[in-house]
């Protein structure tokens, strides 16, 4: 016979199924705004092209104009008290340190390492290349240009977007002038060629040339994207191995864009339909999965921004920064043990409460 101490009488179990209706709603919520585009943005009408949480609370992102936006340049505008709702920036490199000279894009290499940001640039010839900034200081240091890889590795050489860092400090470059693709590696301020372009064919398969986007696992090994066969695959710089992760058998016909190794383990990846994907490199097939589509994207605070231009990583969640002339901010995904949990505590209040009525 139930009595009215038991756990899930009529009234509670009528509780605990409403209870786990909110709790699938809530699970069903799709992303949060980190920071807004006024928050980041205090050096004049820019784009978002590159961004490292060195924190929870704290966010180092990469700004880059036109004279067409009534302010030519480049800017890293430090963001913090994230989370706090009292969020502030301040620019940390712009005109003064680095001259009123616009490039695109800081995309491709952004991190930080004990107070210092590591990036690459290409655009304006005179600049393209590699640099530190001390982000206490200011101070801009000159690691490689464009130049100065040109002038030491054999052939011709144009510095694409594509690059990457691996955790020794090394960067990885795709050197995309059409008589000498190849991957070339920067250690330190010395470039040398790792990959010709019949090597990139052999990883690729015939037509392969391009390395499209890359990504550096904490190991060390590159994970490398070619669009032009859609194959994925994973890449050792150091024994020269090389594997398939995935092919257009399980990608289908996508154009990739920034691809990101995570804290987590996994591999994430944007393609111009403005998808966010995933996948274990360990175990690529059997792990591929749509994180968040375009239709959730727009159907959320980002809006339509015409593209992802960069994703990054906010305290255990894949984060991006959508693209166009005026973005709207750094956005995540929030975990969904974080609305389990809450959804969970609202179940077990929810029930508490219909006991009491009792």
Do not use: H
Not at 120 to 139: E, K, M, Q, R
């Amino acid at each position: 016979m139930q009595t009215p101490n038991t756990l899930l009488n009529r009234k509670s179990r009528w509780a605990l199924a409403t209870s786990l209706l909110l709790a699938c709603s809530m699970t069903s919520a799709s992303y949060i705004q980190v920071a807004s585009w006024s928050d980041i943005n205090v050096t004049g009408s820019l784009s978002i092209q590159n961004f490292v949480f060195t924190s929870p609370t704290e966010l180092i992102v990469g700004l880059n104009g036109a004279s067409g936006d009534g302010w030519a340049g480049v800017a890293v505008n430090r963001v913090t008290g994230i989370g706090s709702g009292n969020l502030v920036t301040t620019n940390i490199m712009g005109p003064s340190t680095w001259g009123a000279n616009s490039f695109s894009p800081l995309r491709s290499s952004f991190n930080v390492n004990a107070g210092v940001l590591s990036f690459g640039v290409t655009g304006i010839a005179s600049l393209a290349g590699f640099y530190d900034l001390n982000l206490t200081t200011g101070v801009v240091t000159n690691r490689a240009t464009a130049e100065s890889i040109q002038n030491t590795i054999p052939g011709n050489f144009t510095m694409s977007a594509t690059a990457t860092q691996v955790p020794n400090g090394d960067f990885f470059i795709y050197n995309s002038n059409a008589q000498n693709r190849s991957l070339v590696r920067l250690s330190g301020s010395t470039p040398s060629i790792l990959l010709n372009e019949s090597e990139i064919v052999g990883i690729f398969g015939t037509g392969g040339t391009i390395i499209q986007s890359m990504t550096a696992l904490s190991n060390g090994s590159l994970i490398l994207a070619n669009g032009q066969n859609n194959v994925i695959a994973a890449f050792d710089p150091v024994t020269l191995n090389s594997s398939i992760l995935l092919t257009t058998t399980e990608l289908g016909s996508v154009t990739f864009q920034s691809f990101f190794a995570a804290p987590d383990g996994l591999v994430y990846f944007n393609t111009t339909n403005r998808e966010i994907w995933s996948f274990d490199p360990a175990n690529a097939v059997s792990t591929l999965t749509l994180v968040i589509d375009r239709d959730t994207i727009e159907a959320g605070p980002a809006g339509s921004a015409s593209t992802i231009n960069a994703l990054g990583w906010y305290d255990g969640n894949i984060a991006w920064a959508p693209g166009g002339n005026n973005p709207p901010g750094i956005y995540a995904i929030p975990e969904p043990s974080t609305y389990g949990l809450i959804a969970a505590l609202a179940v077990l209040g929810f029930v508490a409460w219909r006991r009491r009525r009792n």
